[in-house]
């Protein structure tokens, strides 16, 4: 994925030039190398690299800088600032507004995965409180009708298509104006694609467009050309009032840095990212901390949002007593593992987290470790509830363990495996015992309650060199307080995943 490769070249060459004794200008240019010879092989353009690096050169002027600088951190953020200028379209994008209905048309050549990233818009907006609908105008590839039923059938989503109208124009009118009377505040029109930018297929979209009036025209790109992109990128752009663009297959190709900082190129705003097949692999672009995220910085923001999605606001305060109380149950650790799990691939959310890398979690790995936490899920779908409720590690002999494996399917040893992650969490959360809980219960304000030490004290070793240390960590903790994050939920989840 464009994350993991591309982001762990970048991490590096900065952790190299970080622990170089001196940072002169030996050491930067060693460092800019790296960066260089890690977009071009992400296929960014040859021009916004060597603009780049020169940029980066005149901004950390080394012979300049006094004594007490702190060079290291200059240099980070010049970077920082000089990726996000390669990525940064500088235009804003339309963004639908609710109670109001807005007709959304997806435009793009044919396999670059149109179809099925009209359902992960319509599922994203759908989880955001919106009521989305949407209509196939795709009468030109066999079996489009048939993939966006499916799709949508299986995301609850309400749809319209034909297997015996041919004319795009006319269905797409029809369904729109059908989910206007069904008051759909979100209606998305898939159109057809075909296999090269030809007169035809413009011609198309432009009736398709003329006919539904769309507020907002998506263009779909498939993120393996690159640099190509920016001709594609244009040439929609000039033919249809194209507001926005997703680029898909980010988790497959090495080329996606330079299809993105190609579409900023024609000055047309990226929305989101497609990272995968299955629907939660969709991500918001939003170059800050996407860049953030590059260099194993995390994006705070993005984690949070997570969080209070699958913890809602009226469960925190009982969950803060639980950490308060520093009492470890089973049946806790199955709550931890379902929060897990809701907040989507594992390696999308643990990219969001200071210090980690996204190399860290490999696609293979971490699909293991999603099997991995249900597989203990089942084992404890097989114990009952004084197993699950209890605080005593002796309650569970040698004929429990053999009724729970034989219960749940697995064999002795990894009800075993299963224990023994249990005692490593529990220790964990023991460490939080006796935290002050806020007046109001929520988990926003426990930052303020809680100092660096006890933090280090949870966070694992390796994450905590990562960050640079305890002061590294006490840096997070402001950024943390002004962001308005959670110090809890950066520990309690990682203690969720902790088999990771």
């Not at 987290?353 to 999603?370: A, D, I, N, R, V």
Request: with cysteine; proline share 4%.
């Amino acid at each position: 994925m464009v994350l993991a490769e591309l982001g762990g070249s970048i991490s590096r060459a900065i952790q190299h030039m970080s622990n170089a004794t001196i940072i002169d200008e030996k050491a930067l240019s060693e460092c800019l190398n790296e960066i260089t010879r890690a977009l071009l092989q992400a296929d960014v353009q040859f021009k916004l690299v060597r603009d780049m690096q020169t940029n980066i050169k005149k901004i950390v002027n080394l012979d300049d800088l006094a004594a007490g600088h702190n060079k290291r951190r200059i240099i980070q953020q010049a970077i920082f600032s000089e990726l996000c200028k390669i990525l940064d379209p500088g235009q804003p994008s339309f963004k639908p507004r609710k109670g109001k209905t807005c007709v959304v048309m997806f435009v793009g050549l044919q396999g670059s995965g149109k179809t099925t990233t009209c359902t992960k818009y319509a599922h994203y907006h759908q989880k955001k409180g919106w009521k989305p609908a949407l209509v196939c105008a795709d009468t030109f590839r066999a079996g489009a009708f048939d993939q966006l039923k499916q799709n949508a059938t299986k995301a609850k989503i309400p749809f319209y298509g034909s297997y015996t109208e041919s004319d795009p124009v006319r269905i797409a009118a029809e369904g729109v104006e059908r989910f206007k009377k069904e008051n759909c505040d979100l209606i998305i029109v898939d159109t057809s694609g075909r296999h090269k930018q030809e007169a035809a297929l413009f011609e198309e979209m432009r009736q398709v467009s003329e006919a539904t009036k769309p507020d907002l025209a998506i263009f779909v790109m498939d993120g393996s050309i690159g640099q190509a992109a920016f001709d594609q990128a244009q040439a929609f752009r000039q033919s249809v009032s194209v507001g926005a663009v997703i680029v898909t297959k980010m988790d497959g190709h090495a080329k996606g840095g330079g299809a993105l900082s190609a579409v900023a190129a024609t000055k047309s705003p990226v929305i989101f990212i497609g990272t995968g097949e299955h629907m939660d692999e969709f991500e918001v672009f939003d170059v800050k901390p996407f860049v953030s995220r590059l260099l194993g910085m995390g994006d705070w923001t993005g984690f949070m949002d997570k969080i209070q999605e699958v913890v809602p606001m009226d469960q925190q305060p009982e969950l803060l007593e639980k950490l308060s109380s520093g009492t470890f149950t089973l049946r806790i650790m199955y709550e931890q593992f379902q929060n897990v799990l809701k907040m989507g691939p594992i390696g999308q959310v643990f990219s969001m987290l200071p210090g980690f890398s996204s190399e860290l979690m490999p696609k293979g790995h971490e699909k293991e470790s999603q099997a991995k936490i249900k597989r203990y899920m089942t084992m404890m779908d097989s114990m009952t509830d004084g197993e699950l409720d209890s605080t005593n590690p002796k309650l569970m002999n040698d004929s429990r363990i053999r009724r729970i494996a034989r219960g749940s399917g697995r064999q002795v040893i990894e009800v075993v495996d299963m224990l023994e992650e249990y005692k490593r969490l529990a220790k964990l959360w023991s460490k939080m015992k006796g935290l002050k809980i806020p007046k109001k219960g929520d988990m926003s304000a426990l930052t303020r309650n809680m100092n660096a030490q006890q933090m280090g004290k949870v966070l694992p070793p390796q994450m905590l060199k990562q960050m640079g240390g305890m002061g590294g960590l006490q840096n997070l903790m402001k950024q943390m307080g002004n962001m308005g994050g959670s110090a809890k939920d950066m520990m309690g989840m990682f203690g969720g995943g902790g088999d990771n």
